[in-house]
């Protein structure tokens, strides 16, 4: 099993940034893949950006192409987001979830809140 924890969330005004962190714990050697999602209020959850733990190669949601930055911190199994250039748009909860090799995300964490004021 692999535990996931987010932290980082909170309020900010539009054009600002936070950094969100997901750090993972438990069987950490079986992860082949971290990604972020969201889910605003009254739509579907979805994809904002993954990270492979071989060899760091990121992939993105064009909504957060070229404002979000996915990162990797190997010795502390620990993945973050950070967003910039925030926008009202970018409101919802964050979660962070993991995946094994060849298997869909299966381990997720318990979100956390952004909030992006206009």
């Known amino acids: 099993q692999v535990q996931l924890v987010e932290s980082g969330g909170g309020l900010v005004q539009a054009g600002g940034s936070l950094r969100l962190s997901c750090a993972a714990s438990g069987r950490t050697f079986s992860i082949y893949r971290m990604g972020w999602f969201r889910q605003a209020p009254g739509k579907e959850r979805e994809f904002v950006a993954r990270?492979?733990?071989?060899?760091?190669?990121?992939l993105y949601a064009d909504s957060v192409k070229g404002r979000f930055i996915i990162s990797r911190d190997n010795a502390k199994n620990t993945v973050y987001l950070q967003m910039n250039s925030l926008t009202p748009e970018d409101t919802a909860v964050y979660y962070c979830?993991?995946?094994?090799?060849?298997?869909?995300?299966?381990?997720w964490g318990q979100g956390t809140q952004v909030t992006v004021s206009a």
């Open positions: 979830a993991a995946s094994r090799p060849g298997a869909n995300y299966s381990y």
């Open positions: 990270i492979k733990w071989s060899d760091d190669s990121t």
